[in-house]
Nanobody, 119 residues
């Protein structure tokens, strides 16, 4: 129902910064919330941050004050600015987009992008 293209992952030293982008395309449906989850090796997938169409945001406690999520509704693109990165931020980051399909909402997932923070 939608194509999510993630970019911006990579390797960075502790204390550094990265910016993720997630562009949603090839959809005829309205997009509600967008955001990111992450999954570290051996751990469950967890919420990082989400943002609504009205720019209301929600962050995991572990990233508050360091990460900032934003979006450009005209481009159906969300961004995650990550500052003061820590080794524990190392994970695969997955973009999500919640599609409004009639009266239902369907969450779509990107393929994921690796972020590695070295100490």
């Amino acid at each position: 129902q939608v194509q999510l293209v993630e970019s911006g992952g990579g390797l960075v030293q502790a204390g550094g910064s990265l910016r993720l982008s997630c562009a949603a395309s090839r959809t005829i449906f309205s997009i509600n919330a967008m955001g990111w989850y992450r999954q570290a090796p051996g751990k469950q997938r967890e919420l990082v941050a989400t943002i609504s169409t009205g720019s209301s945001t929600n962050y995991a406690d572990s990233v508050k004050g360091r990460f900032t999520i934003s979006r450009d509704n005209a481009k159906n693109t969300a961004y995650l600015q990550m500052n003061s990165l820590k080794p524990e931020d190392t994970a695969v980051y997955f973009c999500i987009a919640d599609l409004q399909i009639g009266t239902a909402e369907l969450r779509s997932w990107g393929q994921g992008t690796q972020i590695t923070v070295s100490s």
